[in-house]
């Protein structure tokens, strides 16, 4: 078995190089009893499960193709994506993991999340996404009309980028306390978010970072079961 780790993809219709990358991955491990780890970002932006389009409706495909040829998806909603939910995933068979989700994979105990929570230092960050996280303003949002759930997401998506030019890299990358916690049950924390792709030895442990979809590659994890901590690495996927 095959356990495949990705995050930040970041796909939209804008970015078609991504799209044809994420089908080829699928493609390339759909006959390796794989089950896929999405963690977060998975789309640059989600407006609701109800929302169709013609390039939305090829992964759709393509994902469906994957799980029946007996492979699993599990996904972990991002700062992006935060708004896809199980109706979505159901339409491929797939799996809504928690914010925080643990995995083991032989001997290996995985701690699981898109990695926005370990970002302690961006303060401002983290009251907006108690704000927006809230379910009750999110089922508001949900019920609103897909152009004006549009309109909000564009303003999101303009308002992020003007606020990490302002912002130091320190602030917005993880929190060495916050990540001590995170690791304090488990061998490894396997996260996103930061766009920073690497393997940091933590005394006996491991925070690995996937990487964001680039135009060409992106730096992608995968595990065997038989494998051990000390063989983990990170694996270039190009497209």
Known sequence: MTYLFISD????????RLVRGFLALLDQ?????????ILGDWFNA???????APWLDEIIHALKVFTE?????????GNRDFALGQKFL???????????DHLSIGTIKIRLEHGDLL???DVS??????IIRNPLLLGFLKSLPLSFRQKIANGFRKKSAETKQVKSYDIMDVNAQAVNLALENVDVLIHGHTHRPNIHQIQDKKRIVLGDWREHEAQILEIQ?????HSLELKKWCY
């Open 9 to 16: 993809l970041h796909l939209s219709p804008e970015h078609p």
């Open 29 to 37: 491990y759909k006959n390796q009893n794989t089950q896929l780890y």
């Open 46 to 52: 989600w407006i609701g499960d109800d929302f169709t």
């Open 69 to 77: 040829a007996n492979n699993q998806i599990y996904f972990q909603v």
């Open 90 to 100: 159901d339409k491929f068979n797939g799996h809504l993991l928690q914010d925080i």
């Open 119 to 121: 970002c302690t230092d």
């Open 125 to 130: 960050y983290q009251k907006f996404r108690k």
């Open 225 to 229: 079961l038989e494998q051990t901590i």
